[in-house]
T-cell receptor, first 115, second 112 residues
Framework: GAVVSQHPSRVICKSGTSVKIECRSL??????MFWYRQFPKQSLMLMAT?????????EQGVEKDKFLINHASLTLSTLTVTSAHPEDSSFYIC???????????FGPGTRLTVL | AQSVSQHNHHVILSEAASLELGCNYS??????LFWYVQYPGQHLQLLLK??????LVKGIKGFEAEFIKSKFSFNLRKPSVQWSDTAEYFC??????????FGGGTRLMVKP
């Protein structure tokens, strides 16, 4: 149980385009989902916390207009990187917390490469 | 702001050796503590967690961790490592505001 999927696993896009990444909790309902970014050889950095049906809470330094997060249902959250630039290239990981618990389960990540 | 530090970035051990990975955090309030493992090519998986109660926590695959409040530490241990334990290990701390902060990770290589 507690499986989280992400789609796509890899995406390559041109500079200036937008990319949408999906995060789904497959066998449980997640009232809260989290988006992280992992730079090469570094740890995960929390970008934002999204609660179903409400606006996401962004961490300091994360541009909310650039990284649009939507959490429309208890099993789906999306991260859209708008007007992507090469510096946005990174590994994006989502996690989902079981409703009523404090443990996060992580997705496999999405590697974004912006040319 | 809270922070988490993992002392060892890379650890190389032979099979059957004992393992201890250090994790220290800086946060004065109540915390929940986690160790996650990321095997090569796979995503993060929960290894063990501490919320309250017995400070010695046992997790999967023979791992355990001890919460020492006075030292702000949550070190991960395993008495005898196997080649299959080769992975990257992340310590994480969650504060009352539900923010999960990760350490820098420790890459463990176990030689057969």
């Amino acid at each position: 149980g507690a499986v989280v999927s992400q789609h796509p696993s890899r995406v390559i896009c041109k500079s200036g385009t937008s990319v949408k990444i999906e995060c789904r909790s497959l066998d449980f309902q997640a009232t809260t989902m989290f988006w992280y970014r992992q730079f090469p050889k570094q740890s995960l950095m929390l970008m934002a916390t999204s609660n179903e049906g409400s606006k996401a809470t962004y961490e300091q330094g994360v541009e909310k207009d650039k990284f649009l997060i939507n959490h429309a249902s208890l099993t789906l959250s999306t991260l859209t990187v708008t007007s992507a630039h090469p510096e946005d290239s990174s590994f994006y990981i989502c996690s989902a917390a079981l409703a009523g618990t404090d443990t996060q389960y992580f997705g496999p990540g999405t590697r974004l490469t912006v040319l | 702001a809270q922070s988490v530090s993992q002392h060892n970035h890379h650890v190389i051990l032979s099979e059957a050796a004992s393992l201890e990975l250090g994790c220290n955090y800086s946060y004065g309030g109540t915390v929940n503590l986690f160790w996650y493992v990321q095997y090569p090519g796979q995503h993060l998986q929960l290894l063990l967690k501490y919320f309250s109660g017995d400070p010695l926590v046992k997790g999967i695959k023979g791992f355990e961790a001890e919460f020492i409040k006075s030292k702000f530490s949550f070190n991960l241990r395993k008495p005898s490592v196997q080649w299959s334990d080769t992975a990257e290990y992340f310590c994480a701390v969650r504060n009352a505001g539900n923010m999960l902060t990760f350490g820098g990770g420790t890459r463990l290589m176990v030689k057969p």
